[in-house]
T-cell receptor, first 113, second 113 residues
Framework: SQQGEEDPQALSIQEGENATMNCSYKTSINNLQWYRQNSGRGLVHLILIRSNEREKHSGRLRVTLDTSKKSSSLLITASRAADTASYFCATDANLYGNNRLAFGKGNQVVVIP | DTGVSQNPRHKITKRGQNVTFRCDPISEHNRLYWYRQTLGQGPEFLTY????????KSRLLSDRFSAERPKGSFSTLEIQRTEQGDSAMYLCASLASGGDGYTFGSGTRLTVV
C-alpha cells in the first residue's frame, strides 16, 4: 500500500526558482527517503533522513522531517532544467529488518528554461 | 560494476503467454527487491531476497508470479498466463547491508496485449 502522499502533485517553475514538495505518512518510520525518476527510467536515490534527524542537506537539496506531524519536505534550490522529473518520497518502517519501502504517488516537477 | 541491470527493457506479449525478466544487482549488495509501478503511481513492493532466500512476498504477488535468486546473484521474475492488468514497469533494486538507499535498475516495461 502507498504510505507516502506527496503534495503538490504537479509543479511548474522557472529555472532558478526553488521547488518545494511535501510528503505525509501514516505509521512510525525508521527513515524517509526521496527519489527522482526521469520519464520511463528507474528511480535515483537522492537523500535519506533518519527518524532522529530533523534536517539534512545534500548539494541543492534540503530535506526536513517532522515525526510529530508525520511529514517531510524536499526543497530544491536554484532549479535547473535537468531537475525536471518526478520526485517520490518513500518510508522505511524497517519492520522485521526488511528495509522495504512504501512509496507515495510522486510529484511531477517541470522546470522551464 | 555499473549498477543494477535489467533485461529486457521492454516486453510486449500476448495475453496468456509467460514472460521472464532478469535483474543483475550490484555484486556486493546482498539484498534484492522487486517493485511494480503503474502509470502515475509510485512503485509497489512485490518481493525481496536476502542472498538467495526469498524473505517476503506481497499479496500483490499472485500465484502466477514467481521470483528466484539462485546463488544469491542475479534474480528472475516470471509471470505465467499474463493478463492485461499485469502491464506495468517492473523495477529491481539492490541494497547493501546497512546501506543508505536503494540502487534501482532502469526497469522492464511490460505491455500485455
Amino acid at each position: 500500500s502507498q504510505q507516502g502522499e506527496e503534495d503538490p502533485q504537479a509543479l511548474s517553475i522557472q529555472e532558478g526558482e526553488n521547488a518545494t514538495m511535501n510528503c505525509s505518512y501514516k505509521t512510525s518510520i525508521n527513515n524517509l527517503q526521496w527519489y527522482r525518476q526521469n520519464s520511463g527510467r528507474g528511480l535515483v536515490h537522492l537523500i535519506l533522513i533518519r527518524s532522529n534527524e530533523r534536517e539534512k542537506h545534500s548539494g541543492r537539496l534540503r530535506v526536513t522531517l517532522d515525526t510529530s506531524k508525520k511529514s517531510s519536505s524536499l526543497l530544491i534550490t536554484a532549479s535547473r532544467a535537468a531537475d525536471t522529473a518526478s520526485y517520490f518520497c518513500a518510508t522505511d518502517a524497517n519492520l522485521y529488518g526488511n528495509n522495504r519501502l512504501a512509496f507515495g504517488k510522486g510529484n511531477q516537477v517541470v522546470v522551464i528554461p | 560494476d555499473t549498477g543494477v541491470s535489467q533485461n529486457p527493457r521492454h516486453k510486449i506479449t500476448k495475453r496468456g503467454q509467460n514472460v521472464t525478466f532478469r535483474c543483475d544487482p550490484i555484486s556486493e549488495h546482498n539484498r534484492l527487491y522487486w517493485y511494480r509501478q503503474t502509470l502515475g503511481q509510485g512503485p509497489e513492493f512485490l518481493t525481496y531476497f536476502q542472498n538467495e532466500a526469498q524473505l517476503e512476498k506481497s499479496r500483490l504477488l499472485s500465484d502466477r508470479f514467481s521470483a528466484e535468486r539462485p546463488k544469491g546473484s542475479f534474480s528472475t521474475l516470471e509471470i505465467q498466463r499474463t493478463e492485461q492488468g499485469d502491464s506495468a514497469m517492473y523495477l529491481c533494486a539492490s541494497l547493501a547491508s546497512g546501506g543508505d538507499g536503494y540502487t534501482f535498475g532502469s526497469g522492464t516495461r511490460l505491455t500485455v496485449v
